[in-house]
């Protein structure tokens, strides 16, 4: 492992985005508004140098995502190098691209665990949120495949309002397919999910309602499932300590090669980010303006500064704070203490007035599969 300089500990993982092509159309979707396209991808060999680096660094594991990550050919040969360097290899996947021979494929190249995005319990519903007919019955096939091939799987559903009433039944699902754990994440607004809010955003009594129910599923099924609860944002007095604080324990690589401390910080203007194709993993992680950008203390400013729980939640997330008050350096306006957050407040109280908004119209994005040569 080298030895890094001061204090700054190495990441334990590597968000690996291999791809931004996606046969779904998420009305949450998380990616950049600008999606790199397949020309601009890394190809094997430039992974397989971003993945050796990693795990010299002291990086554990390597969570291979997109886009989904199926529409990669090479994708068994990317998951072999993993093995080889010794990361911990998991596939975050909407399973469409995927068949029962090539998990089995990618189980005997190596890959440790599944994690299968699911979008409700209901099928008609879950098909609506994905704009993909029968999304719903290829997941439950692919579960089983999955499961069939000896790999752990994780289901992770994002909850909304089109189907927050659902959130207790989702994790059921989980149960029913095989699942060794269940990640249960409310939708974070920025980027194409802002566009969707009116759609999206839940009211205060229907998070509520969510949040009891799943809690009471952690005693319910403990011991057979473990229930990962990411609550939501908009309906919290405390921020979360978002990636566990800015460039602590992981980074991100683009689909083009950019290294980001989180997924959306390229909403974030005048940050500066390397690409692994000009610089090292080790160079990256150490002296990237971005990601020395948010570390540590002196970029806070007061309510943060001398508050008691900066060291827990390191001021909440850097890419909300810009998207609420205007400046990444101001506190999570989701935070009580924040001068910013009436405007938390204000878009919870127009969620409550749209009743109808869980039927309103999806917003979706669409990326082909394959690009014109």
Not at 172 to 179: D, F, M, N, Y
Not at 280 to 289: A, F, G, K, L, R
Request: hydrophobic residues 45%.
């Amino acid at each position: 492992m080298t030895a890094l300089p001061g204090k700054l500990a190495a990441p334990v993982a590597l968000l690996a985005e291999l791809t931004h092509r996606c046969p779904l159309g998420c009305p949450y979707c998380s990616n950049p508004l600008a999606l790199d396209t397949r020309a601009d991808e890394l190809d094997t060999s430039e992974w397989a140098r971003v993945f050796s680096q990693a795990a010299a660094l002291g990086v554990l594991h390597a969570h291979l995502s997109g886009g989904e990550p199926a529409a990669r050919h090479d994708l068994a040969l990317i998951v072999a190098h993993c093995a080889k360097v010794g990361l911990y290899t998991n596939l975050i996947t909407s399973g469409i691209g995927l068949t029962r021979d090539r998990i089995k494929e990618l189980a005997d190249a190596g890959l440790d665990h599944a994690q299968l995005s699911i979008q409700d319990s209901d099928a008609p519903s879950a098909d609506r949120i994905a704009g993909y007919k029968g999304a719903f019955a290829r997941k439950q096939a692919v579960a089983e495949w999955i499961t069939h091939a000896c790999l752990p799987l994780t289901v992770n559903a994002v909850i909304h309002r089109a189907n927050i009433l659902r959130a207790g039944a989702i994790v059921r699902l989980a149960v029913a397919l095989g699942a060794r754990r269940v990640e249960i994440a409310h939708t974070q607004f920025y980027g194409w999910a802002f566009a969707n809010r009116a759609a999206l955003m839940p009211t205060a009594a229907q998070a509520e309602s969510a949040i009891a129910e799943v809690e009471a599923l952690k005693k319910t099924y403990a011991g057979l499932i473990v229930i990962d609860h990411v609550i939501p944002d908009y309906h919290a007095r405390y921020p979360k300590a978002c990636m566990g604080g800015w460039a602590k324990r992981g980074l991100n690589i683009t689909p083009s090669g950019k290294a980001l401390p989180c997924h959306a910080a390229e909403t974030i203007p005048d940050l500066v980010f390397w690409n692994v194709r000009d610089r090292s993993i080790e160079d990256i992680w150490t002296n990237s303006p971005a990601f020395n950008a948010f570390r540590g203390e002196d970029w806070m400013r007061e309510p943060c500064r001398s508050c008691p729980r900066k060291t827990i939640d390191y001021g909440g997330c850097r890419c909300q704070a810009l998207a609420l008050s205007g400046d990444a350096r101001e506190a999570d306006p989701v935070c009580h203490l924040s001068p910013h957050h009436n405007k938390v407040l204000k878009v919870a109280v127009l969620a409550a007035q749209g009743e109808d908004a869980g039927a309103a119209a999806f917003s979706y994005r669409r990326m082909p599969l394959r690009e014109p040569a």
